[in-house]
Each structure stands twice: as C-alpha cells, then as structure tokens.
C-alpha cells in the first residue's frame, strides 16, 4: 500500500498557492505510506538554453557553494543556486551531459534527483509531514505537483525506494502496485541507451514513458502503449513540464479519485486528500475508469 497525490493548477492565478494546497493532500496520504514522501513540484522556469537540477548529498551541510563555483570556473558557464535542507536546486547555462560528467569526476556522492526546466524533485526517509515541512512545501510556488508516500513492501527504507523517480527531462512518475515484467523491461530499455540508477520497478515504468516520449510520441500516445507493455497492477500519475496524467491498469485494484474544477485537476488515492479543496464540492469527481488514459495540458 502506498499513497499518489497530484495536483494541476488551470487557474495561473493559483500558482502562488500551490504548495499551500498540497501539502494537506500529501500527509493525508500518510496512513498509507508511513515510511518515505517526496513530491515533484514544477515551476520556476529556466530559459530555453539553461537546464536546472535538484542535487542532493546525505550531509546535510554540503558545500554547495563549492560546487557551484567549480562548475561555474571550469565550464565556464554561469551558475545560479539556492539550498534547500540537503538539497540544492542549480540553474546553469552548461549542457546536462557536462554538468553530470563533472560531478561523477569530482563529487560522486552527488545525487542527481531531477533534471528540466522547471521540474525540482524532493524527497526522503520519514513521515510524509516530516518531509513536506523539512523542504518548506507549503510555501513553495508553481503550476504543479506530483507526490507519493510509501509503504515498503518489496524493498528497503531507504532514499532509492522514494518516489517521484524521473528519468527524462521534467519527467516523474509515481506508482501505487507492483510491475511483473520490470526486470525484462529494463534489460531492453538498457539496450537502448536508458540507465537507471536503482531496482525499483517504479523507475522502470518511468524509463519507458521516457523512452516512448523520446520515440516521438506524447504522454497519451505513450501512456496507452504502458498499457500493452508493462504487466502488473498500478495507479500512475506522471507529470511532464507541461503535462499531467493518471492511468490504471485494466484491472485497476488500486484506488484513485479524480477530481476537476475550472481552477485545477487533482487526484489522490483516497477523496479524504481533495475535501480541503477550494470549490471541490462543485467540482466533478469521479473515479477513473480501468484501462483509460486521463492527460491534461496546459
């Protein structure tokens, strides 16, 4: 058992509140996923030829300062950052390739967590109300946000087990089931190029969508083909620069409830997640439908 809440800000006027909105959503999801939290938030964009990465180190007083002038003086290249608890969120006008080769080169404890234009991924061991308030969630800005809470069943409490996973530019998913194809997945996702950084069957699931995404096909198109390749039970929610979905598998024996007003889409495994939500009780809620593709774009 685990916990997905998601939320998709229509309503620009809204983007100041965003985290403010989420953060009930996320710890009403503790009941079913005690044992770690993280969420994707996006927003606080880049220019186009600037990329920026959510960094994080297991000391919690890394000098990010060094890294930063270091990128900064030997790719010559501009750096901007800011420190959040053990993380930090690096904005540059470096490629990704040579930001993450200097830092396997000279930090590789270095985590990388995310990488985008606005996509900033934070997560970790502990009680979802312990994360959200260690990373300043409720005062955090955006257009959307994309969390989960676990519950081990298959692996370790540990950092590797956290979801969102992201495998592509502004990427994530998170994932409430288990897939049966994982492993033969990622030995043909690994021979075309894709790499995952932990076991997680999660991550696999997001390495396809990046794969089908990268292949040409947009988030509908490469949802409904997840449909025919990956075998198990799941609830998705996957959230893109500029893109929102949930999928359930054909059987759909885990829970998720919609809800959509003029002002957002959000979804959560259980309704006591949207209740605080302004204007939910016009709103349509329903619970999506077995095997059906549900995206919005802004």
Request: hydrophobic share 40%.
């Amino acid at each position: 058992m685990c916990g997905i809440a998601g939320l998709f800000l229509k309503n620009r006027a809204l983007e100041p509140e965003l985290g403010a909105l989420y953060t009930p959503m996320l710890t009403a999801m503790t009941g079913r996923g005690p044992d770690s939290a993280g969420f994707a938030v996006y927003g606080d964009e880049v220019p186009e030829d600037w990329v920026k990465l959510t960094l994080q180190h297991a000391d919690p007083d890394f000098p990010w300062e060094e890294i930063a002038e270091g990128l900064e003086r030997d790719l010559d290249v501009p750096v901007k950052w800011f420190r959040n608890a053990d993380v930090a969120v690096l904005k540059t006008g470096a490629g990704e390739a040579a930001v993450r080769s200097w830092l396997e080169d000279r930090q590789p404890g270095i985590e990388v967590m995310s990488v985008g234009r606005g996509i900033e991924i934070l997560k970790g061991v502990g009680l979802p109300g312990e994360i959200a308030e260690r990373y300043g969630l409720a005062r955090m800005q955006g257009s959307h946000v994309v969390g989960h809470t676990r519950m081990a069943t298959e692996s370790a409490v540990d950092l590797a087990g956290s979801h969102p996973f992201s495998t592509g530019r502004d990427l994530c998913l998170v994932h409430n089931g288990s897939l049966s194809n994982h492993n033969r997945l990622r030995d043909s996702l690994e021979r075309r190029g894709l790499s995952f950084a932990t076991y997680n069957d999660s991550e696999v699931a997001a390495g396809y969508l990046t794969w089908r995404l990268a292949e040409g096909a947009d988030l509908q198109e490469a949802l409904e083909t997840a449909l025919t390749d990956l075998d198990g039970f799941y609830t998705f929610t996957v959230g893109t620069r500029d893109g929102f979905a949930v999928l359930r598998d054909p059987i759909a024996c885990k829970p998720a409830v919609l809800a959509e007003t003029g002002d957002y889409v959000a979804m959560a495994s259980e309704y006591q997640a949207l209740a605080h939500l302004p204007g939910i009780e016009a709103g349509e809620v329903w619970e999506p439908e077995p095997g059906r593709v549900y995206a919005w774009h802004r």
